[in-house]
């Protein structure tokens, strides 16, 4: 950037130090300065299709996917044989949910250029690319003052369009020699602009162990950062959780900021103010955290594997009546995550939870997910 703004001093005029300047913005992650320098650029030299795809760029780095598309078929309209820009729609199209015009892109890519990697992988990927991801898993207690406790689950997520996703699982629960099944269900819209919004609630048949029913909703929101600094984008959500019990009633509100780091590392801290009500006591607030860092492991062309590790304070899981009221606790725990190839996955944790009066809780569970 001290280079090119040498340049400009010397050359106030020159578009293709503008041009320069523009990229140099874009690569180093100051998309909004890009953003305006690429505009004004297009105003200046509109015939120079290298000019609308910098825009185009900027725009899919921002995740403003029609902006991008409008700015990509002006470059391809002004040269419709390069196959670079007839790639890029196609990268744009794809990130848009239109997979059939994608296909077609990739398609015209390979035409004029047959041995083009990104567009054959891109053809691959779309000729079988997963809507829907099943997981089963299954979680166990173990306690040094009451018998173990259990619970299996099975949970589909489908992502129907780029904006629009579903996800429902039932829970099968065995607390104490007594057996209960809860039902949830989420629909979840996704737009660049306003981020990630889910609405969901759950129906049980409780005996009294799980919440009759529910209520969820939650926000969420990303900004990007730099690519190039110790944090490359900035995730927060804020969500509220009704539990309505036989004899209680939960209202949890969490906020929870995650950072992305370089090399695939992520660190997120969750906080919980969480509103008890039993019928026979008054309401009463209780705070509690979470802080969790997780980073990979492993890296091949056939899969990956990677790690976390979490610590809580006054956490519970509201989701389970032995695990709401008057108690304190510290939870040290941790996971491992593998991943084959790009269509099935598993994950394995483990959890020691100090509670008051010296009890203790050991979790550990197991779950397996593929794509389809």
Do not use: C
């Not at 306690?143 to 173990?148: G, H, I, S």
């Not at 370089?262 to 607030?285: I, L, Q």
């Not at 980073?295 to 790690?307: D, N, T």
């Not at 032995?322 to 593998?338: P, V």
């Amino acid at each position: 950037m001290r280079v090119i703004e040498a340049e400009q001093q010397k050359r106030p005029g020159d578009v293709e130090v503008r041009e320069w300047r523009a990229r140099v913005l874009t690569w180093s992650g100051h998309l909004s300065k890009a953003e305006s320098e690429w505009n004004e650029i297009v105003r200046i030299a509109p015939k120079d299709p290298d000019n609308w795809l910098g825009l185009a760029s900027v725009y899919q780095r921002e995740g403003r996917w029609s902006e991008a598309q409008k700015a990509i078929d002006a470059a391809v309209e002004l040269d419709p044989k390069r196959a670079d820009l007839h790639l890029a729609r196609g990268r744009i199209l794809r990130a848009n949910g239109d997979a059939r015009d994608a296909k077609r892109e990739f398609e015209e890519t390979l035409r004029r250029d047959p041995g083009n990697r990104e567009a054959q992988a891109g053809l691959k990927a779309l000729r079988g690319e997963a809507k829907h991801l099943l997981r089963i898993g299954e979680n166990n207690d173990t306690f040094n003052f009451a018998d173990a406790n259990h619970d299996e689950w099975v949970e589909v997520a489908s992502q129907w369009t780029a904006h629009w996703g579903t996800d429902v699982g039932t829970s099968f629960y065995q607390r104490g020699g007594t057996g209960a099944e809860k039902f949830t269900g989420s629909v979840t819209g996704r737009s660049s602009r306003w981020g990630a919004v889910t609405v969901g609630g759950a129906g049980a048949r409780d005996n009294a162990v799980v919440p009759r029913s529910e209520a969820f909703f939650d926000v969420d929101h990303g900004f990007r950062r730099s690519e190039a600094g110790w944090v490359r984008s900035v995730e927060f959500a804020y969500g509220q959780h009704w539990y309505w019990y036989r004899d209680a009633r939960i209202l949890a509100l969490s906020e929870t900021t995650t950072l992305y780091l370089p090399d695939e590392w992520t660190w997120t801290a969750r906080v919980t103010e969480a509103r008890s009500h039993f019928s026979n006591t008054g309401a009463e607030w209780k705070p509690s955290g979470l802080a969790k860092l997780n980073f990979p492991l492993l890296r091949r062309s056939g899969g990956s594997a990677g790690g976390g590790i979490f610590f809580a304070a006054g956490t519970e899981n509201f989701a389970q009546v032995d695990q709401i009221g008057g108690f304190a606790s510290q939870t040290y725990g941790g996971e491992l995550k593998w991943r084959f190839g790009s269509r099935q996955e598993a994950t394995a944790y483990s959890a020691y939870q100090k509670r008051t009066q010296g009890r203790t809780e050991t979790s550990f569970g197991f779950s397996y997910g593929i794509r389809f």
